[in-house]
């Protein structure tokens, strides 16, 4: 899982060295987002998940519902991007930067036990922590990684 998260990071950090200001803050991807727009949204879901595990380790968990429809994502991404939109470049990669090292730290706090013991936590209703990771980290790099690239791709 570590091996996973700091590939799949330095990949999405390999990519972005090859944009300027412009490509960052360009809202020409999908739904009209920014490069930038994306790293906010990634450091939006890290500190979701940051949350997530210190309440746990703190105490009974957070107090989710289990509906994470389609419908429910779409609407709270929109609302991060709202959040998000109008913040400076700067701003943003600074806290892509500080997020990044709050997740690890947060992630570092986890036991094998916490991280792959479907019942250690009750609010996780069966499913292991790892899933949360992953879902916040490495696949969540990867997949706006891969959206990038494939921007950078198609405008040549």
């Known amino acids: 899982l570590y091996e996973e998260i700091y590939a799949e990071r330095e990949a999405l950090e390999a990519t972005l060295t090859q944009l300027d200001t412009d490509d960052m803050t360009d ?4 739904s009209g987002w920014s490069v930038k727009d994306i790293l906010a949204h990634i450091v939006d879901w890290e500190q ?4 997530w595990i210190n309440e746990s380790l ?3 968990g957070p ?16 609302e991060i991007y709202e959040l998000n939109k109008d913040r400076t470049l700067e701003d943003v990669l600074r806290e892509f930067q500080l997020s990044y090292q709050q997740s ?3 992630v570092k706090r986890l036991t094998d036990e916490d991280l792959f013991e479907p019942e250690r936590f009750r609010w996780r209703e ?7 990771v992953d879902a916040n980290m490495s696949a969540h790099y990867k997949e ?5 690239e494939k921007w950078l791709e198609e405008r040549g």
């Open 126 to 132: 069966g499913r292991p922590m790892w899933y949360i």
């Open 27 to 30: 809202p020409t991807l999908e």
């Open 63 to 78: 107090d989710l519902s289990s509906d994470w429809s389609d419908e429910i994502l779409n609407a709270l991404n929109l």
């Open 58 to 60: 703190d105490g009974d």
């Open 104 to 106: 690890w730290k947060a």
């Open 48 to 51: 979701r998940m940051v949350g």
């Open 144 to 148: 706006h990684n891969e959206m990038i």
